[in-house]
């Protein structure tokens, strides 16, 4: 991808910070001050955690207590230290990890939750509380997709793939010739972890709950969308009827790829329960059931630990050995940081990405079993991720829903900041809202005259100025922007735990340019974006991989709610001959011959209004510690990323590894 990056003009950390005056000292002090310690993993006691019942409801945005370092907790190691005898957990844990030896273990920081795990209720993979913290590897797909497949590398060792499909509970596919229809055979053999078998029945009853479930659980509004009918011919075919042409549902929803796609449950374990508030989970009854080879044993505010269960399907029937490991702990997500420091020391296997390429150097100094995307650890060491990011408005808030302001907003951005400073020219400026996979090449190819039309890539602050002048505004004694007497206030959202590595760049550049610019990180970030009640917010697009439907929908009309209303896509921008264009593409194939000049109409709207602001190509710096396991994805065989936390890589590399 070395040769798609943007050419950009580098600039040296001195010469911003000569540009930026005091500002930026002041953010970046407000940055450390966000800052929290998170004890290291430290011994147990023994006593187990007492779950609440099943039919317990998520917690709304439950803020994580804020966590003390553990005493005598250790310094970062020169170099890999030696493993410990059993595997080590976190402070506050209350369950004990002995019995099993470190060497039989895999340990992760990947969730989706800051120093404490706000779903240690929930299995429930459509309950809106739940998060990425086992179900996404306890459970398994129909399909996979790797987005970074290769003409030599589809699926793991031993797996069997084409072209980035990889079956697994599905053995394959077929679309009617007007796409209305689906068709899916079922793997014979696979049964649940409770010893009923997984059929055709399971499917059509997790497709029927969510449609009729419509919009309260996680991608039932797309249910509802599409699903016209679901039957089952026999225990091993599934045909899906559709509303509409659905060229992408197999690819969308039952392919897992990244953050893609969705489990099918348990008909005798769901049917019967209010899908609304089951949870799924009563470890006092036992584990959750699921298809996988982990069985949940202890779910703790501080980690999740999952026993390898060795009369999995896939033994059985000769589709997979069973995982070497036998068990899988899963810590709660830490700043950087505290990764960094858990790396370095070699406490963990595998963490979140490292969102500073500085920090990755000093892991890889430290640690010296420590590994990234190439194998002899040389540059770049990012993963392309789906997540292009953003800078995004509540675009029904004044004055961000005037498409000039966002513009002039668009103007005071100097991407090749971010790209220098931020992340130290591991990443890529994008001026459009979609990864640089091969397959989305053409797409911003096909467009190249309507970038220049709109230049989105220009930083120009004197056209900025020019846009705010010509709307009313003045510069005050601060020279910020003021009308009527009131500035323009700018708060940024930042989901915790991440974007600080350049947040504070963005609210200098945008001072520099007038606006009133701050940020914070709530821990009530994401509830923010829904119900509207903020101003702007840094956030990435999961969308597209082969085609730019998938995010460019993530725009359109039907997911516009007033402020105060939750609403699943959180941009709030109605145009409506846009959502016509995009909606016009959902029934498309994207080898259609029309698809192109559709796109290129349905863009150049989008362009002109700029409901968000493209920065940078989201690059996963993904360290893992070769001391105990061995197999980990890297650019010589790139059979997924090894992005724990992502449904579409987790249970291919967990069931890959094996003893150093």
Not at 117 to 142: C, M, Q, S, V, Y
Not at 181 to 205: A, N, Y
Request: aromatic share 12%.
């Amino acid at each position: 991808m070395g040769d798609r990056r943007f050419k950009v003009q580098r600039l040296s950390r001195r010469r911003f910070l000569l540009a930026a005056g005091g500002t930026i000292s002041a953010v970046a002090l407000a940055t450390a001050c966000q800052s929290q310690a998170v004890p290291l993993p430290t011994a147990a006691p023994a006593k187990p955690a007492d779950p609440k019942p099943a039919d317990a409801k998520p917690a709304a945005d439950a803020k994580p207590a804020e966590a003390k370092p553990a005493a005598g907790a250790p310094a970062p190691a020169a170099q890999a230290p030696a493993p410990a005898a059993q595997a080590p957990a976190p402070a506050g844990s209350d369950v004990p990890t002995s019995g099993v030896n470190r060497k039989d273990t895999l340990i992760m920081s990947v969730s989706d939750d800051l120093n404490q795990f706000a779903d240690p209720e929930i299995f429930n993979p459509f309950l809106t509380g739940a998060k990425r913290t086992g179900w996404h590897f306890a459970f398994e797909p129909l399909y996979f997709y790797n987005p970074w497949y290769t003409n030599q590398v589809t699926a793991p060792p031993g797996m069997q793939g084409k072209d980035g499909e990889v079956p697994y509970l599905a053995t394959s596919y077929e679309y009617s010739k007007d796409y209305t229809e689906l068709t899916l055979k079922l793997r014979p053999g696979v049964t649940w972890s409770d010893g009923q078998p997984f059929t055709s029945k399971d499917v059509i009853f997790t497709l029927n709950m969510l449609k009729e479930n419509a919009p309260k659980l996680v991608f039932s509004s797309d249910m509802k969308l599409w699903i016209k009918e679901v039957t089952g011919p026999d225990p091993q075919t599934v045909k899906i009827a559709f509303t509409m042409p659905a060229p992408r549902f197999m690819f969308q929803y039952i392919q897992w790829h990244q953050d893609a796609g969705f489990p099918m449950v348990p008909e005798h374990v769901f049917k019967g329960q209010d899908p609304l508030t089951f949870t799924n989970l009563d470890l006092a009854k036992g584990p959750p059931v699921t298809t996988g080879p982990w069985k949940l044993t202890s779910s703790t505010p501080g980690q999740k630990i999952f026993e390898r269960r060795d009369d999995w399907w896939g033994v059985k029937t000769g589709f997979h050995a069973l995982p070497a490991m036998k068990r899988v702990i899963v810590l709660p997500h830490y700043e950087d940081p505290k990764l960094t420091q858990l790396l370095s020391a070699d406490q963990v296997h595998a963490t979140h990405n490292i969102q500073q390429p500085a920090d990755a150097e000093v892991i890889l100094q430290r640690n010296l079993n420590i590994v990234v995307r190439n194998p002899d650890k040389s540059k770049p060491w990012g993963w392309l991720d789906w997540w292009a990011n953003a800078l995004a408005f509540n675009c029904m808030k004044p004055p961000f829903d005037d498409p000039e302001v966002r513009w002039a907003v668009n103007y005071a951005l100097d991407r090749n900041a971010i790209v220098d400073i931020g992340f130290k020219g591991d990443t890529e400026a994008t001026l459009l809202p979609f990864p640089t996979y091969q397959p989305m090449l053409p797409f911003f190819d096909g467009v190249k005259d309507l970038l220049q039309k709109y230049p989105v890539g220009t930083h120009d602050p004197a056209k900025s100025k020019q846009i705010m002048e010509s709307k009313g505004y003045t510069l005050d004694s601060e020279k910020l922007w003021v009308k009527d007497g009131q500035r323009i206030s700018m708060i940024i959202i930042l989901s915790p735990g991440f974007f600080q590595n350049f947040a504070p760049l963005i609210v200098t550049q945008m001072r520099d340019a007038g606006f009133d610019a701050s940020f914070k990180s709530p821990a009530n970030a994401s509830s923010l974006m829904q119900t509207g009640d903020l101003d702007a917010f840094i956030q990435g697009h999961t969308g597209s991989i082969t085609d730019p439907y998938q995010t460019l929908d993530h725009y359109n009309a039907r997911w516009v709610k007033p402020i105060g209303e939750v609403a699943e896509r959180p941009y709030r921008w109605t145009n409506q001959e846009f959502s016509d264009l995009v909606d016009k593409m959902g029934a498309m194939h994207w080898t259609d011959s029309r698809f192109m000049e559709t796109y290129r109409q349905a863009l150049e709207i989008w362009l002109k209004n700029l409901p968000d602001i493209p920065t940078i190509q989201w690059y996963l710096i993904l360290p893992v510690s070769t001391t105990d396991w061995k197999g980990w994805p890297d650019s010589k065989n790139p059979y997924c990323a090894p992005s724990l936390w992502h449904r579409g890589s987790a249970g291919l590399v967990i069931n890959s590894l094996q003893p150093a």
